[in-house]
């Protein structure tokens, strides 16, 4: 016992004087700033605020309105996002086609503030604390890496860094920023969200000046979006952190038309990234039980993925059918991208 105690005390110390290091290293970067590069972070909201207009996937509304409750003066030094496995104590059943707009979205704010990193964290201990078999959970959290991998590598995304968030949840600094946020919720906030919350702030401390890519479905509400979970961060932690929204993932379903970017429990009412797709066949009116006027919703969102990835990976031709399964195919099988 004697042991143990002597142990944390030693990796409390150790944590204390890393914080001051990091604390003296951002001084000294911040003095040695030449005047370009002031004025590079000065204006980096002006260079995300042109890309969130531009960029069709991206929710304007909820994005700007983040932005100005921001307190960040600098630019982010790294843009940060999540991707979980599961819906309720439902795990997904594949990636949706919606996910590659979503990842290639967060790309595009990275590139327009010169961020040195985009991370991805992929929930999977957060799956866990939902109730949900382990070993079914790392199966999904393999398989959602293999794709993200294959869309780094044919776009050459080297910025680009996949984690799974069990391997930073083990970390003694983690555990500490966890039992600090811990300590200001309630009794009836799920572990989810104050997982969240710590992973953002871990994230923040390793880069100093962090954005955080989430989804909206839009308005002004946050209960069924991940603006929710930004909030509980803002609430526990602080102001510390600028927010970007995409648009919601679509679906065929007229009763739940939006949904999460990259959760899918139902492959039927999603296009979905496996093998022997057919989007032809959820994507023409009449096909599916959807209605016409969803159909089209889902059309034109796919022709906006499909338009983002011709952009940044690789040139896309024919209707958004063919598009769309091209992508599939590029990501499903590993000589696909060479033809």
């Known amino acids: 016992m004697v042991k143990r105690t002597n142990l944390a005390r030693k990796e409390k110390g150790a944590l204390a004087q890393k914080n001051r290091f990091a604390h003296k290293r951002y001084l000294s970067w911040d003095s040695a700033l030449k005047d370009s590069e002031r004025r590079c972070h000065a204006d980096w909201k002006k260079a995300i605020k042109h890309t969130i207009q531009q960029n069709s996937l991206i929710d304007t509304k909820s994005s700007l309105r983040a932005l100005e409750r921001t307190s960040l003066s600098y630019r982010p030094m790294a843009v940060f996002m999540g991707i979980g496995l599961c819906s309720g104590t439902n795990l997904t059943r594949g990636l949706p086609l ?171 009412r999603r296009i979905c990234i496996r093998k022997g797709e057919r989007a032809d066949e959820k994507l023409r009116p009449g096909l599916t039980n959807a209605s016409q006027q969803n159909t089209r919703a889902v059309r034109t969102h796919t022709k906006a993925v499909c338009r983002l990835y011709s952009e940044m990976v690789e040139t896309l031709h024919g209707d958004v059918e063919t598009r769309a399964e091209r992508i599939i195919s590029s990501l499903t099988n590993n000589d696909a991208g060479s033809a």
């Open 98 to 268: 919606d996910a590659v707009g979503y990842l290639l979205a967060a790309e595009a704010i990275r590139r327009s503030i010169k961020a040195k990193k985009l991370i991805v964290l992929i929930a999977d201990t957060h799956a866990i604390s939902c109730g949900l078999p382990e070993t079914a959970v790392n199966d999904s959290a393999r398989d959602v890496i293999s794709v993200l991998n294959r869309i780094r590598d044919l776009g050459r995304f080297t910025e680009m860094k996949f984690m799974k968030a069990s391997e930073l949840h083990s970390r003694y600094h983690y555990r500490s920023i966890l039992e600090t946020v811990c300590s200001r919720t309630s009794a009836f906030d799920h572990p989810y969200f104050t997982k969240e919350a710590a992973d953002i702030e871990f994230i923040r401390r390793q880069h100093n000046t962090l954005l955080k890519i989430g989804w909206s479905m839009g308005g002004t509400k946050s209960v069924r979006d991940e603006r929710a979970f930004d909030r509980c961060y803002e609430k526990w932690v602080g102001n510390r952190v600028a927010f970007v929204y995409t648009k919601p993932g679509r679906t065929l379903d007229d009763t739940h038309p939006r949904a999460v970017p990259y959760i899918e429990t139902d492959l039927n």
